[in-house]
């Protein structure tokens, strides 16, 4: 985990945020800092290249989705694709469905391993990843999750909806590398409100 060294805790109350930093200092993390809002997270970003946002799944859930999505907004690259992981004590299909709806790049559950734990977190490191973007969900493609057709999500990326999609990897000494980003169909209104002036990455439309 050197490469690893920083990362926010983004724990719901007292008791997830000391299971977080717990988890975090077994990981070897060097700097683990309680998050103070997205403005603060875009200064630390300038001196911090990857950072790992760990949360939990409590019943604050909903708090959790709130600083998710400004997270997603944020016009810092490195914030905005930065990984998102939770942890989840109490596995069931409603936590994995909204874990899954929020945008988090993996979901952790117990039994705890610091092993298996550095491995998950290793494979957002050096690696292609790819986004969705529509109207409402920046992140993971959650179609692949649900095989199940009983199960029931949100609205994913569709041609009639239109939707942005990305390519990237993050890397811990260089940030973040858009390698392309398309939009299909429909441009996403989030296209315009999160990156007005802001990012310019594009690569193909």
Same mark, same amino acid.
């Given at each position: 985990?050197?490469?690893?060294?920083?990362?926010?805790?983004?724990?719901?109350?007292?008791?997830?945020?000391?299971?977080?930093?717990?988890?975090? =200092?077994? $990981?070897?993390?060097?700097?683990?800092?309680?998050?103070?809002?997205?403005?603060?997270?875009?200064?630390?970003?300038?001196?911090?290249?990857?950072?790992?946002?760990?949360?939990?799944?409590?019943?604050?859930?909903?708090?959790?989705?709130?600083?998710?999505?400004?997270?997603?907004?944020?016009?810092?690259?490195?914030?905005?694709?930065?990984?998102?992981?939770?942890?989840?004590?109490?596995?069931?299909?409603?936590?994995?469905?909204?874990?899954?709806?929020?945008?988090?790049?993996?979901?952790?559950?117990?039994?705890?391993?610091? =092993?298996?734990?550095?491995?998950?977190?290793?494979?957002?490191?050096?690696?292609?990843?790819?986004?969705?973007?529509?109207?409402?969900? $920046?992140?993971?493609?959650?179609?692949?999750?649900?095989?199940?057709?009983?199960?029931?999500?949100?609205?994913?990326?569709?041609?009639?909806?239109?939707?942005?999609?990305?390519?990237?990897?993050?890397?811990?000494?260089?940030?973040?590398?858009? =390698?392309?980003?398309?939009?299909?169909?429909?441009?996403?209104?989030?296209?315009?409100?999160?990156?007005?002036?802001?990012?310019?990455?594009?690569?193909?439309?």
């Amino acid at each position: 985990m050197a490469s690893f060294d920083f990362a926010t805790n983004m724990g719901a109350n007292p008791n997830s945020a000391a299971l977080i930093r717990d988890i975090a =200092t077994d $990981l070897g993390f060097r700097v683990i800092k309680p998050y103070e809002g997205l403005q603060d997270a875009e200064r630390q970003a300038k001196t911090s290249t990857l950072n790992f946002f760990l949360f939990d799944y409590s019943a604050e859930f909903s708090e959790s989705v709130k600083k998710i999505n400004q997270l997603r907004s944020s016009k810092n690259l490195k914030v905005r694709f930065a990984p998102l992981i939770c942890l989840v004590e109490s596995p069931s299909k409603e936590a994995f469905v909204k874990c899954v709806n929020a945008g988090f790049d993996d979901i952790l559950t117990l039994p705890w391993s610091a =092993t298996k734990i550095g491995e998950r977190l290793a494979a957002q490191v050096d690696s292609t990843s790819i986004y969705f973007e529509t109207n409402s969900y $920046l992140g993971p493609d959650r179609r692949k999750y649900f095989l199940d057709e009983k199960v029931q999500i949100q609205a994913a990326p569709g041609l009639s909806h239109g939707f942005r999609r990305f390519e990237f990897s993050r890397n811990p000494h260089t940030g973040v590398h858009i =390698t392309s980003d398309r939009v299909i169909g429909r441009a996403p209104q989030r296209l315009g409100e999160a990156n007005s002036g802001a990012v310019q990455h594009r690569m193909a439309i």
